[in-house]
C-alpha cells in the first residue's frame, strides 16, 4: 500500500504524507502521524517529522506524535 513494486517506500508517497503533517485538518495530520509511524522503521528520517508533531497546536495530534514515537523507543 505505501510502496511501490520493488518495496521501497516511494518518494511520492513520503511526500505526501509528509505534506499531511501540515495540513488544516488536525484529522489529516493525526493519520498522517500514524502512516509515517509504520514507516519510520525503514525511513528513519521520518522521525524528525514526526518530532514536529510535538509542537502540534492541536493538542491530539501531539498525542499521536507522542504515542507513535513511544512505540518507535
Known sequence: M???QSGQITPEVLET???GLSDE???SRIISTWAL???A???PVIID???RGLRDE???VCA???AVLGELG
Open 41 to 43: 522503521r525503514e525511513e
Open 17 to 19: 504524507l509528509i505534506s
Open 25 to 27: 485538518e488536525s484529522l
Open 58 to 60: 492541536n493538542k491530539w
Open 37 to 39: 509511524g509504520e514507516l
Open 2 to 4: 505505501f510502496s511501490g
Open 64 to 66: 499521536s506524535s507522542a
Open 49 to 51: 517529522e514526526l518530532i
